[in-house]
T-cell receptor, first 111, second 110 residues
Framework: DAGVIQSPRHEVTEMGQEVTLRCKPI?????LFWYRQTMMRGLELLIY????????DSGMPEDRFSAKMPNASFSTLKIQPSEPRDSAVYFC?????????FGPGTRLTVT | GQSLEQPSEVTAVEGAIVQINCTYQ??????LSWYQQHDGGAPTFLSY????GLEETGRFSSFLSRSDSYGYLLLQELQMKDSASYFC???????????FGTGTKLQVIP
């Protein structure tokens, strides 16, 4: 398997623009997670899905953030409008029986 | 709420043994995991403890004491490639709701 795939790997955008991050989990995994990592706040769980259904979105910072999982092989994290404080590395991870496999991350820079 | 504490930095000599400690405050605690992350890379799973005691996987071992809300990662025969950040992560309310610690940056020196 190719592992968890994320795109884009790098994104630079201007404040106010919409940003969409994409994730393809490992086939057969029934959990999908979105994380954000910064030097100040560390690794934060934003939201996770089980069988394409959002289970816990308590980590989503505010209404500007939204996540969807329309099917078992695809998820998106959208930020609209983006702000400079959203600059971070965003990781997607998937799991089947506990152990989480992380994608390579998307480094987002909002200027 | 959930919180985990671990040292921010540790330095150790190649070939030596190092222990990275983690204390946690997690309601509905389920288990403790350890992840390794190299600079610019993604976290990778190392170990998971649900029960008290020591779990060994090659050069790495992980320990958990639920009564003390404490765990540690033990790295033996350190190699230069072990230089990375190590995160403890606690699970609550099941095996999927996870909170990561702030990470310990390990530097292995010759």
């Amino acid at each position: 398997d190719a592992g968890v795939i994320q795109s884009p790997r790098h994104e630079v955008t201007e404040m106010g623009q919409e940003v969409t991050l994409r994730c393809k989990p490992i086939s057969g995994h029934d959990y999908l997670f979105w994380y954000r990592q910064t030097m100040m706040r560390g690794l934060e769980l934003l939201i996770y899905f089980n069988n394409n259904v959002p289970i816990d979105d308590s980590g989503m910072p505010e209404d500007r953030f939204s996540a969807k999982m329309p099917n078992a092989s695809f998820s998106t994290l959208k930020i609209q409008p983006s702000e400079p404080r959203d600059s971070a590395v965003y990781f997607c991870a998937s799991s089947f029986e506990g152990e989480q496999y992380f994608g390579p991350g998307t480094r987002l820079t909002v200027t | 709420g959930q919180s985990l504490e671990q040292p921010s930095e540790v330095t150790a000599v190649e070939g030596a043994i190092v222990q990275i400690n983690c204390t946690y405050q997690t309601s509905g605690f389920y288990g403790l995991s350890w992840y390794q992350q190299h600079d610019g890379g993604a976290p990778t799973f190392l170990s998971y403890n649900a029960l008290d005691g020591l779990e060994e996987t090659g050069r790495f071992s992980s320990f958990l004491s639920r009564s003390d809300s404490y765990g540690y990662l033990l790295l033996q025969e350190l190699q230069m490639k072990d230089s990375a950040s190590y995160f403890c992560a606690s699970y609550s309310g099941g095996y999927q709701k996870v909170t990561f610690g702030t990470g310990t940056k390990l530097q292995v020196i010759p």
